[in-house]
């Protein structure tokens, strides 16, 4: 079945009649982990079981990256049209909301009992969730070229409800087809991206697990700007000539969506991974290149960014910081009949200048710091029922006042899906060590595997 999916390569879906035509002819199509996985309204849009767009989810297959690049507009269904004098379409609905729910839940024990940190939400080390994180999601086409993922979570540990990663997608073909381009708005930088060795969708580094900006964890400007913290807009093209190899180009400007003026002084990575405050703009880029052959598909390309940021948005005093991250990423698949392989992974390099007159005011050892963060992940899956992942976080590098940033951490994952829609998991995480220390970390004595945690969870959207 997944071969002859990755053949439905070819015209746009807007203008076909049936839904024979409409599988026939579009082009082969979205990608996820931690929040937009698997939303079951794109396989009621699309008439596909899950399987066709992910391995297990959240990762997409390179149908599923065909359907995100292509705006989510891919449908089998009937939908609710006018046309114009022109006899062009002028109202293309869905005729039922493409509308999903997702619950996750989950028990975990740290050693010691340490307060730990979830989704930016903090939680005792030994507790239960239910839910852990319920979210709605409109997830579907809007109209013809146009689509959208907007997802709204109520987190239990804080009690808050919020706007999770969430986009609208513009997309449309020309040059027989072979060239995709279009504009995407959206909450957090790589939302857009395609595969699941961008930072957004990296295993590892979700809603069930520890993840850069947890307490005690240093991470680079980039990392810090997930859901709600920044918004962007911009444009991509995509280049197939071939059907087997694709170039992948994105760049978008995002501002602060809020700025987060709490009188902190804005020293270093740790200060800008919580509070990530723009001034004025940051460019992004995104450039990747995918070959597919069989059963398989290699992906390698780089991404980065570009700001200057300060405690309150605005550079007072001096009090502004410039960083430049750029990184390296890279993702091989499997995908059988029966057994499912992947390894993806990223780098990131992280420069950060600051001001002089705030190096000066301040008697900082450093007015130029570089980190680096290595992320590397593994997984493997038996029928899309059985399998598990690994995951490796090491960082390394300095922060302005010169204490060392190197740490070292990894997340061992079991997971049973009696369905293609529930996923039954079983996660520990090891610290090695945080800021280069193993014991007092924090100033209070505290050793790293304090933090040490197995979590048992459950997640379902239907």
């Not at 292509?70 to 509308?99: F, G, H, I, R, W």
């Amino acid at each position: 079945m997944l071969h002859r999916i990755r053949s439905l390569t070819g015209v746009r879906s807007g203008g076909l009649a049936t839904a024979g035509m409409v599988l026939a002819a579009a082009a082969a199509l979205f990608a996820a982990p931690e929040s937009a996985q698997a939303v079951p309204s794109y396989a009621r849009q699309t008439g596909l079981a899950c399987e066709a767009c992910h391995t297990v989810f959240p990762e997409l297959t390179p149908f599923g990256r065909q359907f995100k690049l292509n705006a989510y507009t891919l449908t089998t269904k009937p939908a609710v049209t006018d046309e114009d004098q022109s006899k062009s379409t002028s109202l293309s609905l869905a005729d039922m909301p493409p509308l999903s729910v997702m619950i996750q839940a989950d028990t975990s024990w740290s050693n010691n009992n340490r307060t730990t940190s979830k989704n930016g939400s903090t939680a005792q080390g030994n507790d239960t969730q239910f839910p852990q994180q319920l979210s709605l999601f409109y997830a579907g086409k809007i109209s013809d070229h146009l689509g959208a993922q907007m997802q709204v979570t109520f987190q239990q540990a804080s009690g808050t409800f919020g706007i999770d990663n969430s986009e609208i997608r513009f997309a449309d073909q020309g040059l027989d087809n072979k060239l995709t381009y279009g504009l995407t708005l959206n909450d957090a930088v790589t939302m857009s991206d395609l595969w699941n060795s961008s930072l957004i969708w990296a295993a590892g580094a979700g809603a069930m697990g520890p993840g850069v900006g947890d307490t005690g964890i240093p991470a680079t400007f980039i990392e810090g700007l997930g859901a709600g913290k920044a918004t962007g807009a911009g444009g991509f093209l995509n280049w197939s000539s071939n059907g087997h190899d694709s170039l992948y180009l994105e760049t978008e400007l995002y501002r602060s969506s809020a700025f987060n003026n709490n009188g902190t002084t804005y020293v270093d990575n740790a200060w800008a991974s919580a509070n990530p405050t723009i001034n004025g703009v940051a460019p992004y880029w995104r450039a990747a290149f995918e070959h597919d052959w069989g059963h398989q598909t290699f992906e390698i390309g780089t991404f980065g960014m570009y700001a200057r940021a300060s405690a309150n948005g605005v550079a007072v005093n001096g009090e502004d910081n410039d960083y430049f991250d750029n990184a390296l990423d890279a993702q091989y698949q499997y995908i059988g009949e029966h057994n499912i392989f992947s390894l993806a992974g990223n780098l990131i390099h992280e420069n950060q200048t600051i001001n002089n007159n705030l190096v000066l005011a301040n008697s900082y050892s450093k007015s130029s710091v570089d980190m680096n963060h290595l992320r590397l992940t593994g997984s493997y899956f038996y029928d899309r029922k059985y399998g598990g992942s690994v995951t490796f976080n090491h960082i390394n590098g300095d922060s302005v006042v010169g204490s060392p940033a190197n740490t070292q951490y990894e997340v061992f994952e079991l997971d049973y899906m009696p369905w293609l829609n529930t996923k039954l998991l079983a996660q520990y995480t090891l610290y090695n060590w945080v800021n280069a220390q193993n014991y007092g970390y924090n100033g209070v004595g505290t050793q790293v595997n304090d933090g040490n945690t197995f979590m048992l969870g459950l997640w379902t959207a239907f």
